[in-house]
Nanobody, 124 residues
Framework: QVQLVESGGGLVQAGGSLRLSCAASGSIFSINAMGWYRQAPGKQRDLVASITSGGSTNYADSVKDRFTISRDNAKNTVYLQMNSLEPEDTAVYYC??????????????????WGQGTQVTVSS
């Protein structure tokens, strides 16, 4: 089976930086897009950034020019470098990946997997 494990969340002052990591493990045939979502209390879970296996990226308008998503395909890991953090960035951040399992008959079937979430708190 596949699991995603996030790390790197914590408490930081406004203007500071954090680097989130998410490693996928298990019997993986392929990974397509990977991304980060966040959810604040009382809010919907929204896309923060995503990246394809080829390196194409997409960002929410609210984090453009501040956050950078990257991935290490050899390690099945995606990162989110967060700079110039603002209190509005406070949320639980979730890793997401589109993965095909390396087992018949699932190698051609891509499913979304989610991490458990990691808390990011930005103080003013």
């Amino acid at each position: 089976q596949v699991q995603l494990v996030e790390s790197g969340g914590g408490l930081v002052q406004a203007g500071g930086s954090l680097r989130l990591s998410c490693a996928a493990s298990g019997s993986i045939f392929s990974i397509n897009a990977m991304g980060w979502y966040r959810q604040a209390p009382g809010k919907q879970r929204d896309l923060v950034a995503s990246i394809t296996s080829g390196g194409s990226t997409n960002y929410a308008d609210s984090v453009k020019d501040r956050f950078t998503i990257s991935r290490d395909n050899a390690k099945n890991t995606v990162y989110l470098q967060m700079n110039s953090l603002e209190p509005e960035d406070t949320a639980v951040y979730y890793c997401n990946a589109a993965i095909a399992i390396n087992a018949w008959p699932w190698r051609s079937r891509v499913n979304d997997y989610w991490g458990q979430g990691t808390q990011v708190t930005v103080s003013s």
